[in-house]
């Protein structure tokens, strides 16, 4: 290597950790707001920094999925099999067992409001064969949408440190999904899901509180902060804004509102997206020490730098309950800040189930060979029990330290802390209490053909239920029905995974 070289790889390293040591020092975190049509920049704060994804990494798994659709390498009734491997995701997770088989069209549901990272190694699998052969896909498909400074090793998010995307990338991403996927849109848009007589609510808290809202994902670890892409439509414009780095969930709420909020008031133009730097992904840094540990010294400086805007309420009526409600008061307008402090608004959830669609005969997706065709699994109990603790491929079946919640495990009698079974990404992206629902039964036996839960429920066999319905439209956020007396979940309700 010639004595150049060496200076520019030395000063490339030195301009990535200066970088990384500004963005911890200084509490500023990314962010970046387009126009979706044009991909116009409306605003920007450092937009090329590398940052781990988390469960922002679920719209580049929907992206892939949607394109072998396309495809037509399978359908959204295509039923997926969960494999052992999947089984052994950290939380947030559905809990299904091995064997359990959920369309495509119900998985990409589960993994938008619930951000399962069962479901989303159950997609990988079934769509690629391989967890590894998917991240494959995974990078060629950002390489080929111009993300060039985002690498993928798991479908999922949970912590990995090749894992790194930018705010550029994802809002390259965003924009890709509603232009090339618009029939999905309502994927991104999910207020709430109804699985048995359990309802999970969306963590998106710009839904059903920020006028327009009308998508797409978040996502937590400790290293990560609490990341967002949020859009929102007025007047026929539709806008997406990045957040990454927030110290808690109603924070990054805040910040995506005023964002959204002076994008539309403004609508000044500082460039376009291809006009951002392009370099390859670099070291990301972690933010466990602001988000995971001083949180409450990190949310304040974080919440002097949102703009706080106001948002007319009352006589200009919202078409927002909670805006509305605020408005009837005799309040004429509410902070962006107190947006994220709103009780969780109410959304008639989108019924999901266990099982195929009415009347398919069709092929199951599920653990293979990579590169076999949907239907084909000659190497299935080679595949679909891979263990990758240990490989140096993929270690995402390894427990995620960072997937635990943040409250306070009990101590053991050496003082060893226990973790808790609930999952950070259910529990801490949305300070609202979570609906209640009755205790379930464990997950459908494999191959029964039934939705686990069906009988208790009074429902029949999965292979008799409808497909999902669409998501209702942004704004029209309802009361969701009450689960009938002894309804049951269909979910597996046995304990989550502990996490180390």
Known sequence: MTTMKRLMRLGAFASCLAATLGVQKSGATP???????????????????????ASL?????????????????????????????????????MGFRPGTEVTLQNAL????????????????????????????????????????????????GLPDSRQVTSARDLAILGRALYLQFPEYANLWNIGAMQIGGKI????????????????????????????????????????????????????????????????????????????????????????????????????????????????????????????????????AQISVKDIARLPRPNFQPVSVYVGRAAGYAGPVARARAPGAPVGEQPDLAAYANQDAAGSDASPISRAAPDAATMRKGKRGK?????????PAESIVQDNAPQPKAEKGKSAAKPASGKSAGAKNAGAKSATAKPAAKPAPAAGKAAQPAAPKAGAKVQAASKPAAKVQ
């Not at 993994?111 to 967890?131: Q, R, Y």
């Not at 950002?142 to 090793?153: A, D, E, P, R, Y």
């Not at 929102?232 to 005023?258: C, D, E, F, M, Y």
């Not at 050496?414 to 609930?422: D, H």
Request: aromatic share 4%; glycine share 12%.
């Open 200 to 331: 999970h609510p969306t963590h998106n808290g710009l839904l059903g509180r920020y006028p327009g809202a009308d998508g797409m994902k978040t996502g937590f670890t400790c290293p990560a902060g609490f990341n967002l892409v949020a859009s929102a439509t007025h007047g026929g414009q539709r806008l997406i804004a990045v957040v990454l780095g927030a110290p808690s969930a109603n924070s990054r709420t805040a910040k995506a509102a005023s964002l959204l909020d002076r994008a539309f008031q403004t609508g000044g133009s500082i460039g376009s997206l291809g006009s951002l730097p392009s370099s390859g992904p670099t070291a990301a840094p972690d933010m466990r020490d602001s988000v995971c540990r001083n949180r409450g010294a990190a949310t304040a400086e974080f919440m002097n730098g949102v703009e706080d805007l106001a948002i007319p309420v009352g006589s200009a009526a919202t078409g927002i309950p909670l805006l509305d409600a605020v408005g009837g008061g005799g309040q």
């Open 57 to 93: 990494t679920k719209l580049m798994t929907a992206y892939v999925a949607l394109d072998a659709v396309r495809a037509g390498r399978l359908t959204m009734d295509t039923p997926l099999m969960v494999s052992p491997r999947a089984t052994r995701m950290a939380p947030s997770k």
């Open 31 to 53: 962010s970046l707001v387009i126009d979706v049509a044009s991909g116009t920049v409306l605003s920007a704060d450092q937009p090329t920094v590398s940052w781990y994804p």
């Open 414 to 422: 050496r003082g060893a802390a226990v973790a808790m079974p609930e």
């Open 109 to 156: 549901i589960m993994l938008m409001v619930k951000s399962a990272n069962d479901i989303a190694v159950t997609i990988a699998e079934g769509v690629s064969g391989s967890v590894e052969a998917f991240a494959d896909e995974m990078n060629a498909a950002s390489q080929k949408l111009g993300m060039t400074q985002s690498q993928w090793v798991n479908p999922n």
